[in-house]
């Protein structure tokens, strides 16, 4: 089941992962492709006049750098609970609008995908439920997302995608789209963008017509056409099946008399330069030199040179007075002009109504200026890059520079933490001490317990350990096991004492007799000690108090059930075990706890915590612990990792700089393993 849940939640992940880097990676690179659907919805809502081109712009580029940037974090498991929340919250937006485009109709194409994509307005609410209903499962169990970069690394990636697609999406606004998903894209024909292929469907209309007899109306089609005793009063015609539309649908240009002058243009033979200005109220100045050098290029070489706009007359003059044009203009549609290219003004190169140059006016083709005819010179070659090529620049200028980085955090993260060694050695402060403590619960007998204590004791005696090394064993084996053991390598402790004193309390063993036969330590708040013999916090509280007053050190464990975990209350659950028992020492009876973390659904069950997941509960006990006994005590408390440690993943969990070490059940029971995990400290 929780196999079945994992593969549901990563997968749910994963569909949300790469739509958000998909729609965000398409916003990005054409910002004013996302700019004219923005001002599409605003003209649905008659709000055109009221929100200036400025901020829907900017509206454009946030709505990109929001989406790849969810979509990376989601991805990457950054944040996992708060990117889950959000991505739920943006759902629930985008959905709304989609019903809202589905029953109104306002828009064709939702713009989702840019140009990248068009998808009806069905489709688009359809699309929107999955992802709703994936949101909301990743936001049910965000843990069960694994991370696929450590916590100390996360940062970068974050603000990294942020920076890249903010720089994307400035390169693409000064330059072009790097992207060309439009009709008028390099190579493309517009000829044959427009041609409608012999068979294609055609449009589908039905006829109904209105008659009356004897004053009564009613409606017939040709098939049931009346007699001619009806009078005929009207007739309604209605599209009943779409045609198909050719890709270029909008493409004409008129000159100022208003003749049709398309198919003059578009079926010269060679080159033609098209400028593109829907607006001349808008278009950019700054480049005008160049553009009248170019057109006076193009009549040197007898090239036709068109000014396409939508302005009028008015707009002409003005711009022919302020920048001294003196090329001839053309009407074309606003909407087609913005299509052509995503520049205002913007330049085209057609070779027999191919498309085989693009141009931003910040870009304007220099090598015109050599003089030399097109057909000698690069920019007359239709030459565009590959595709593969530019998504490798794109992986490049990404996911190499996110690579280094995230080596250079590592490198300094390490220095730092020499450094911070080196000084609390300086200061002659101790280092917390490292830990491994073996618990063998109840499944030794005497013979055995102590074959396996000498067997511990010989091989620590042997390489000595750089950790501390405790065995917890049953009350039965404490003082033959004492009697075996050097405890300046390998200390004692029990698994429980009573939460009484003295007295008459058959089968009871007191803390006071634990410490008698040499033991030197004792767990208690164990989950097992917890959960099958009911030991209430309060009872644990008795327990903390009575074998610190008889000199013992405790090993105080807390965890959560995995229901907790997946609810996410972890942190308030292990709160609260603290709280109960331990919360309420002194600061000089705190230095005796150390403290173990130890997640119910990874003790004995194989499965351990992730080294992320351990290290953020330690680092979460340690701030705990630090708003109660001060920074200083928390940084010197001790606090281990238990669930299923071993030798295969001790490493990793000891390498987490909260982790001081492991309580070790069922691989305490074998020395060769449990030596190994000791070995992880090496
Ligand atoms: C334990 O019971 O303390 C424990 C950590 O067990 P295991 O290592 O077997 O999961």
């Known amino acids: 089941m929780k196999t079945v849940k994992i593969i549901l939640v990563n997968l749910c992940r994963l569909a949300l992962a790469l739509t958000f880097v998909f729609s965000g990676f398409v916003k990005a690179i054409d910002p004013q492709g996302t700019q004219y659907k923005l001002q599409d919805y605003l003209t649905a809502l008659s709000l055109q006049g009221f929100v200036p081109d400025a901020v829907t712009l900017l509206a454009a580029v946030a709505l990109a750098a929001i989406e790849l940037t969810m979509g990376i974090m989601i991805l990457f498991a950054i944040e996992r609970r708060r990117i889950s929340k959000f991505v739920v919250a943006f759902m629930a937006v985008m959905t709304l609008i989609t019903v809202w485009i589905f029953f109104a109709n306002p828009v064709k194409d939702c713009g989702c995908f840019g140009d990248a994509i068009h998808l009806t307005n069905g489709q688009t609410l359809a699309k929107n439920i999955v992802l709703m209903a994936c949101a909301l499962i990743v936001v049910r169990w965000p843990l069960l997302m694994p991370r696929l970069i450590s916590k100390t690394n996360q940062w970068i990636i974050t603000n990294y995608t942020l920076l890249y697609i903010l720089a994307t999406s400035a390169w693409c606004l000064w330059d072009l789209p790097t992207f060309d998903f439009r009709p008028y894209h390099l190579g493309a024909n517009i000829l044959k963008g427009m041609t409608i292929p012999k068979g294609a469907p055609q449009p589908k209309f039905t006829t109904t017509f209105i008659l009356e007899k004897h004053g009564v109306k009613k409606e017939f089609t040709l098939d049931n056409y009346p007699d001619s005793t009806w009078t005929f009063i009207d007739s309604k015609t209605v599209q009943t099946a779409p045609g198909y539309v050719p890709p270029i649908h909008d493409f004409s240009i008129e000159d100022q008399q208003g003749n049709d002058i398309t198919q003059q243009a578009l079926h010269h033979k060679g080159y033609t330069f098209l400028l593109i200005m829907p607006h001349l109220e808008q278009a950019d100045q700054s480049q005008f030199g160049d553009i009248n050098e170019i057109y ?30 003196e090329y001839p203009f053309y009407t074309c549609d606003e909407t087609t002009l913005k299509t052509i290219v995503r520049s205002n003004p913007g330049l085209v190169l057609l070779k027999d109504a191919t498309v085989i140059g693009k141009w931003s006016h910040n870009r304007l083709p220099k090598e015109i200026m050599s003089d030399k005819p097109l057909n000698e010179l690069s920019i007359g070659q239709l030459n565009p890059d590959s595709v593969a090529k530019r998504v490798t620049e794109i992986f490049l200028w990404y996911v190499l520079p996110l690579f280094l980085l995230s080596l250079v955090d590592r490198i300094i993260v390490n220095i730092k933490r020499r450094k911070d060694i080196f000084v609390s050695h300086k200061n002659n402060r101790t280092m917390r001490k490292k830990i491994v403590a073996g618990n063998w619960k109840m499944n030794m007998n005497l013979q055995d317990g102590v074959a ?3 067997e511990i004791n010989a091989a620590c005696a042997a390489d000595k350990p750089n950790c501390g090394v405790i065995v917890c064993t049953p009350f039965i084996h404490l003082a033959s096991v004492a009697q075996v053991l050097d405890q300046n390598v390998v200390a004692l402790g029990a698994e429980n004492c009573a939460d009484k004193a003295k007295g008459a309390y058959t089968g009871e063993v007191s803390a006071e007799m634990v410490k008698s036969t040499g033991a030197q330590y004792v767990i208690l708040g164990h989950s097992e000690r917890r959960q099958y013999y009911h030991e209430t916090p309060e009872i644990l509280k008795e327990k903390v108090q009575l074998a610190l007053a008889n000199g013992l050190k405790v090993i105080f464990c807390c965890g959560e059930t995995l229901e907790e975990r997946e609810a996410n209350k972890q942190n308030e659950v292990v709160k609260a ?73 001790a490493k990793e969990l000891f390498a987490k700089p909260d982790i001081d070490g492991g309580l070790i059940g069922g691989a305490s029971l074998k020395a060769a393993d449990f030596k190994a995990i000791i070995d992880a400290w090496k």
């Not at 707009?315 to 302020?322: L, N, P, S």
């Not at 659904?601 to 705990?624: F, N, P």
Request: charged letters at 25%.
């Open 296 to 325: 006076d290029y193009a009549v040197d070489h007898h090239y036709p040179f068109y000014c396409l706009t939508a302005s009028d007359e008015k707009a002409r003059q003005k711009w022919e007075d302020m920048t001294g044009a």
């Open 452 to 454: 396996l204590a000498k």
């Open 577 to 649: 075990e603290l709280d109960g028992s331990v919360f309420n020492l002194s600061a000089d009876e705190w230095k005796n706890i150390v403290l173990a973390y130890e997640p119910i659904w990874a003790i004995g069950t194989g499965k351990t915590a992730t080294s992320d997941q351990a290290e953020e509960m330690l680092a979460y006990i340690r701030s705990i612990v630090a708003e109660k006994y001060g920074k200083q005590a928390a940084e010197d408390t001790t606090i281990l990792y238990g669930g299923s440690c071993k030798p295969g993943n």
